[in-house]
């Protein structure tokens, strides 16, 4: 059984959903440190101007952040971001193919007020996951499953305790991860190359590093042809 173990991310782009559709287990690792600067709270859309940042606030803890785990981290809603990130998607893709199909989970999603930056981004991604017609994966949080350690030692441990033996990742995980710690586990290992094919955009030139929401607005239920049924 394959085992993918990520970070939650907001609106996550096409080869996350390539490694939860490689996975009979995908494990949100939300119980290590939040990066500041990475894909946790934003993510990108096309729009008329250019790919545009969508991010959501987070709370702030004192003058320096903190070493915060990502399931700590906490929206900030002393702004309407919501409503903001609804507005630029609608905008931005109202002339899509997909638009109408897609709108009433958007509403869904931008009139919900969770406290947790992780429980916002888990949902959504799931749900987009039941968008691209993956709906036999087994969704787990690391911080359920309470396995401490480090590195490749507890990705192991986790890839066990949900009862895999292979652990799938993407191409840059092989500048780190200990492959001999897994072999001598017993793990196998899959590395996915994120080679994709062109799609539709609806404003040029094509930029292949976008949200799911641009593939799902121009293709829809066609999507996975453009991610591993090609």
Request: aromatic share 14%; charged share 25%; glycine share 4%.
């Given at each position: 059984?394959?085992?993918?173990?990520?970070?939650?991310?907001?609106?996550?782009?096409?080869?996350?959903?390539?490694?939860?559709?490689?996975?009979?287990?995908?494990?949100?690792?939300?119980?290590?440190?939040?990066?500041?600067?990475?894909?946790?709270?934003?993510?990108?859309?096309?729009?008329?101007?250019?790919?545009?940042?969508?991010?959501?606030?987070?709370?702030?803890?004192?003058?320096?952040?903190?070493?915060?785990?990502?399931?700590?981290?906490?929206?900030a809603w002393?702004?309407?971001?919501?409503?903001?990130?609804?507005?630029?998607?609608?905008?931005?893709?109202?002339?899509?193919?997909?638009?109408?199909?897609?709108?009433?989970?958007?509403?869904?999603?931008?009139?919900?007020?969770?406290?947790?930056?992780?429980?916002?981004?888990?949902?959504?991604?799931?749900?987009?996951?039941?968008?691209?017609?993956?709906?036999?994966?087994?969704?787990?949080?690391?911080?359920?499953?309470k396995?401490?350690?480090?590195?490749?030692?507890?990705?192991?441990?986790?890839?066990?305790?949900?009862?895999?033996?292979?652990?799938?990742?993407?191409?840059?995980?092989?500048?780190?991860?200990?492959?001999?710690?897994?072999?001598?586990?017993?793990?196998?290992?899959?590395?996915?190359?994120?080679?994709?094919?062109?799609?539709?955009?609806?404003?040029?030139?094509?930029?292949?590093?976008?949200?799911?929401?641009?593939?799902?607005?121009?293709?829809?239920?066609?999507?996975?042809?453009?991610?591993?049924?090609?």
């Amino acid at each position: 059984m394959n085992c993918v173990i990520l970070q939650p991310s907001y609106i996550p782009w096409r080869g996350y959903f390539h490694q939860i559709q490689k996975a009979d287990v995908f494990v949100f690792y939300d119980d290590v440190q939040y990066d500041k600067h990475g894909w946790r709270n934003r993510n990108r859309i096309k729009t008329a101007q250019g790919s545009q940042w969508l991010t959501i606030p987070v709370l702030k803890r004192g003058n320096v952040e903190e070493c915060r785990e990502i399931r700590e981290i906490e929206i900030a809603w002393d702004r309407p971001w919501n409503r903001k990130h609804l507005a630029t998607i609608t905008h931005s893709y109202r002339k899509a193919p997909c638009f109408d199909w897609l709108c009433p989970l958007l509403d869904k999603w931008y009139s919900q007020t969770p406290a947790m930056l992780a429980d916002f981004t888990i949902a959504a991604t799931i749900e987009l996951a039941g968008c691209l017609g993956l709906r036999n994966t087994r969704f787990v949080r690391s911080s359920e499953l309470k396995i401490p350690g480090y590195r490749s030692d507890r990705l192991i441990d986790i890839v066990k305790a949900v009862g895999c033996d292979r652990y799938v990742t993407g191409p840059a995980a092989q500048d780190y991860l200990e492959e001999d710690k897994f072999r001598e586990a017993g793990i196998a290992l899959e590395y996915i190359e994120y080679k994709y094919p062109e799609y539709p955009q609806l404003y040029p030139s094509f930029d292949p590093q976008m949200s799911i929401l641009d593939l799902l607005m121009m293709t829809g239920k066609d999507a996975p042809r453009y991610i591993w049924a090609f």
